[in-house]
């Protein structure tokens, strides 16, 4: 579903990522690992279609088409959903009203009608169930207010809203009470299907025994260095990213 | 000083045709405040931008335009923008073209007993004493030209008396709708356009409540000038909410000042949309004349192409223990520029004031330009006066999160601009206002391409 060959990017003056090789297919559920400044959220953000960042050298492939041809808003409407290490805050639009038109946006893309108010409702009150979201969330504006925890909630249900193909979650767990974390997990878990692939970008392991990765790699310095199975997450804790960087790179 | 411009005294010509002609049918005092006010402009002459009040707002288009007076100059006719701009459950609902009363396009429904809403020029005649004692006194014109040309050339306008206690259920709406001259090749560069003089006086009796609804626009491609007047006096207790909506063409130039006086424990608001104009400046001025009096002055603007829209707001706490907030919103697009001043005196006994302004200014472009003041001038020692002032441009991280989410950049942007504005029409209590308001932006916003 996603190929990464050889991905180079530029930001803010630095290269942070120096070779990406990556390769994800349907139903598969990848983690990158990786210590701060290692250049994970910014994979993370590349893919989503972030203006900050300058790709210099290499090749995206989605569901076989070139990714990084495609504006934001293409990009989400085809499938990919980047659920935001810090989720903006936007004053004065209804959190709601968003919604609705993103998912329409996507329902339109996708060759499906859009839905009213009604149907959209009753689809949203379903979703809401599942990450724990109360209604007068709903009505705010999104994000604003929010505390810490409210916001990756909210990122997870907009991603039950729009049931992308490709889930990129940045950072998803940093800041979440174990509560919460349990909730995001068990929403993120129930959207794991063979059709729909996942992307998890974290720090630390602790997510990883809610969501079980399939493949998880380790990401230092810009470039993966180490890919493995779930056990490999384990053996980060134990021992840390130090002297990672020596350990020679395998592919996925 | 001012430099006295005036194309071939066009407007002392037009004073005295004026003179002439409502000579027999006016009071004496009508003729005196009118003669005092021509005088004060040939004193005046325009001003310009050695002008403290002016110094970012250049008037010479309008000084040096030959105007004459609309009614003169073009039919009345029914503009179909008028049947858009309705407002359907309004008490009454009075229609100026081209500053004439259109009575065939308007209608004033039963109005609660000692309730007025009529022509101001017949009411000179039915409520002259009233009219004496307010008309032309509410709004100073000794260093205002254009409020002393106003004052000078009115022709017509509306009287508004709501007696004390009484209050009413719907908004009463004023429309001033003009045509403008139409350039022809031949003109020169000055060119010729009309000007209309609209004034309004509105009186609020003690205990009183009720809405009030200003809607000036131009249903043709000519050029003209609007130089509006209005004047509200607000008794003891008295809430008057006053919603302004301006959609003149953009070749077109709106001059106007809203002057207010509240006494003890008066309600004013103000709520200024603006969409049109190519040159507009509006003067909102309180008088918070009596203790515990309330104001609030909200705007909202949006320019384009290379327009100049110029708010220059004044608020003056007379009396201890008043409140007034202030927000003033614009949205700037292409070359366009905008004004705005805020000023807010505090006179000596005016303790326990609480005054709070906000300007903030979207810049859709590099090349707009904001010029925003705060100026308070305060007399009294305990007193909360805050204000802040914030320009910015479209939030990139928010409009990355939009798109991130499906919505095209184009309705990103939208949503954005929206919100922004959202913030100055969610006060506007009147919903069909606000909606109004909401899709004229869309539809500005639309037609400039400012959105994309």
Known sequence: MLTIRDLHVRGGGHEILRGIDLSID???????MGPNGSGKSTLA?????????????????????DLLAMDPETRARAGVFMAFQYPVEIPGVNNAY??????????????????????????????MKLLDIDQALLNRPVNEGFSGGEKKRNEIFQMAVLEPTLAILDETDSGLDIDALKIVAQGVNEMRSPERALLLVTHYQRLLNYIVPDVVHVLTEGRIV?????????????????GLEEAPAARA | MATVINPAGAYTAAFRRLA?????????????????????FERLGFPTTRDEEWRFTNVTPIAETEFVPAGDALAAGNPPAVESFRLPMATAELVFVNGRYASALSKVGSLPPGARVESLASALTSHASELEQHLAHVAEFERQAFVALNTALWTDGVFVSVPAGTVLQSPVHIMFVSTGIRQQKSDTAGGCAAITHPRVLVLAGRDSQFSIVESYLGASDGRYFTNAVTEIVLGDQALVEHYKLQAERDISYHMATIRAVAASNATFRSHSIGFGGALVRNDVVATLSGEGAECTLNGLDFADGTRLVDNHTMIDHAKPHCSSRELYKVILADRARAVFNGKIVVR????????????KALLLS???????????????????????????QMDEDALFYLRARGLALRDAREFLIHAFAGEVLNKMP???????????????????GAGR
Not at chain 1, 226 to 242: F, M, N, P, Q, T
Not at chain 2, 20 to 39: E, H, L
Not at chain 2, 349 to 359: I, L, V
């Open chain 1, 26 to 32: 349907a139903g598969e559920v990848h983690a990158i």
């Open chain 1, 45 to 65: 953000r590349v893919l989503a279609g972030h203006p900050e960042y300058e790709v210099t050298a290499g090749d995206v492939r989605y569901q076989g088409e």
């Open chain 1, 98 to 127: 968003f919604l609705k038109a993103a998912l329409n946006a996507v329902r339109k893309h996708r060759g499906q009608d859009e839905l009213d108010a009604m149907e959209f409702m009753s689809l949203v009150r379903d979703r």
């Open chain 1, 226 to 242: 180490r890919s493995g199975g779930k056990e490999l997450a384990l053996e980060l804790e134990e021992k840390g990213y130090v």
């Open chain 2, 20 to 40: 002439a002609r409502v000579a027999a049918t006016q009071p004496d005092w009508v003729t005196r405040r009118r003669q005092r006010a021509i005088d004060t």
């Open chain 2, 348 to 359: 000596p006994d005016a303790q326990k004031t609480d005054a709070k302004q906000t300007n």
């Open chain 2, 366 to 392: 590099e090349d707009a330009q904001i010029n925003t003041k705060p100026q308070l001038e305060i007399f009294a020692n305990d007193v909360k006066c805050t204000h802040g002032a914030a320009v910015g």
């Open chain 2, 430 to 448: 009147l919903e069909a206002l606000r909606d109004r308001a909401d899709a004229e932006l869309l539809r500005q916003l639309t037609r400039s």
